[in-house]
Nanobody, 122 residues
Framework: QVHLEESGGGLVQAGGSLRLSCIDS????????MGWFRQAPGKDREFVGASNRSGGIKISADFAKGRFTISRDNTKNTIYLQMNMLKPEDTAVYYC???????????????WGSGTQVTVSS
């Protein structure tokens, strides 16, 4: 059973960086696809990026390109989201999720972590 736990959120100034981590503590094998979503207050949850198990296939939202990088360490069942050049509009709760197919559609993800808060001050 997949059990996802995020960590690494916090408060950072605009232009700063954070690295989020998400571990699947429920299985010995990483899910085929792990991804990141975010939800800001009053807004819908939106896709950030995702990676297949090998890391050979990655997709990301337009706002993430050039600033956010996804990587995986399958020996630790962990996915990372390195976020650089953060902006106040990146403030949101960030969730990791697991899927069997790489997708931007949140309905394709069958397991979710509880989220970690990222706050970017101006």
């Amino acid at each position: 059973q997949v059990h996802l736990e995020e960590s690494g959120g916090g408060l950072v100034q605009a232009g700063g960086s954070l690295r989020l981590s998400c571990i699947d503590s429920g299985r010995t094998t990483s899910p085929s696809v792990m991804g990141w979503f975010r939800q800001a207050p009053g807004k819908d949850r939106e896709f950030v990026g995702a990676s297949n198990r090998s890391g050979g296939i990655k997709i990301s939202a337009d706002f993430a390109k050039g600033r956010f990088t996804i990587s995986r360490d399958n020996t630790k069942n962990t996915i990372y989201l390195q976020m650089n050049m953060l902006k106040p509009e990146d403030t949101a709760v960030y969730y990791c999720a697991a899927s069997e197919a790489i997708s931007r559609d949140s309905t394709e993800y069958f397991a979710w972590g509880s989220g970690t808060q990222v706050t970017v001050s101006s």
